[in-house]
């Protein structure tokens, strides 16, 4: 079975309102639902598309969420140290800062060891890296 994870910036595209990846993400959840992919993301990234999406959108994100199209990773909070030094090693200040959602998704891949990832920030997610040097195939 495939697996890949999903970035907060994918699940804007799919459920946000005039989004310009909008249909290659409708295509691609539709691929993953018909094909059964395990699709994974964590609480930091559910929080960050909420908040973007607005209503009604909003709400049709959280019930396809709730309705398990996407496993939510939990972590303890004993994680966030792992999240620290790749914050730290991936922000250059002032042009990129790597957030806690982007942070808990590459941690997540060092965890399960998936490497592909639904995202529209091909920029960053093209440099970041797994503690084992392994890159992301963005989709």
């Known amino acids: ?9 994918a ?4 459920f946000g309102r005039q989004q310009p990846h909008a249909e290659r993400y409708h295509d691609l959840l539709q691929l993953a639902s018909l094909e059964r992919w395990a699709l994974s993301t964590t609480w930091p990234c559910v929080v960050e ?6 209503p009604p ?13 996407v496993a939510v990773f939990p972590f303890g909070q004993e994680a966030l140290t792992d999240f620290v030094p790749l914050m730290q090693r991936y922000t250059t200040a002032p042009r990129s800062e790597m957030d806690l959602a982007d942070a808990s998704l590459v941690w997540l891949a060092g965890e399960t060891g998936v490497t592909r990832i639904m995202t529209t920030d091909v920029r960053d997610f093209s440099r970041y890296r797994l503690p084992d040097g392994r890159a992301f195939e963005i989709l």
């Open 1 to 9: 079975m495939a697996s890949a994870l999903i970035d907060a910036s």
């Open 11 to 14: 699940m804007v595209a799919a």
């Open 49 to 54: 598309a909420s908040y973007l999406v607005s």
């Open 57 to 69: 959108q909003r709400y049709t994100l959280l019930q396809w969420l709730g309705q398990g199209a």
